[in-house]
């Protein structure tokens, strides 16, 4: 997001933590759910309440489930050929430069 100059417009971010205190690492996550650290579905549904405009960009099969939650879906790599397979709309992107 600091590459691309859009961090200062963002007004949430969402991720894992670790904990590093012990021998092993433990990785703490509010929004995990089965497969997912981060359940990036469920954060929409929670967060999106006001009939905002759900835009999603992603590249793998963990953006599947958010991108059937959003409104327009910019999608590169991995992603695409899993949307084509569920139909979902998206737009193909590289990076914000193009």
Known sequence: LKRENL????SKIFGIDVDATQEK???????????ELVAKS????????????????GDSLTDVNASKCADIVFAR?????YLK?????FIEWTDFNH
């Open 42 to 57: 469920d954060v929409i549904k929670r967060e999106c309440q006001n009939n905002e405009k759900i835009i999603v960009i």
């Open 7 to 10: 961090l200062e417009k963002c």
């Open 85 to 89: 397979e569920e139909n979902i709309e």
């Open 77 to 81: 790599d991995g992603l695409c050929n």
């Open 25 to 35: 690492l433990k990785v703490i996550s509010e929004w995990e759910s089965g497969n």
